[in-house]
């Protein structure tokens, strides 16, 4: 599966190791009670978007 701007942060969780990676370049949804509610919608282009997070970056590492 290929990990795009449209992919949500649940997708991006299931894929083995993409936890580590989001953690790794501080993506704050991981700890954040409220996204437990809403992970399933997070995409990671808004996200990254949102905190001004490198998205190129971290779909690289994903997508290694």
Do not use: H, R
């Amino acid at each position: 599966m290929k990990i795009t701007k449209s992919t949500t942060l649940e997708k991006i969780i299931e894929k083995k190791g993409g936890a580590k990676v989001l953690a790794k370049n501080g993506v704050p949804c991981l700890g954040c009670p409220m996204a437990k509610f809403e992970i399933d919608k997070l995409k990671i282009g808004d996200v990254c978007k949102m905190y001004g997070l490198n998205l190129e970056k971290i779909l690289k590492e994903l997508n290694k």
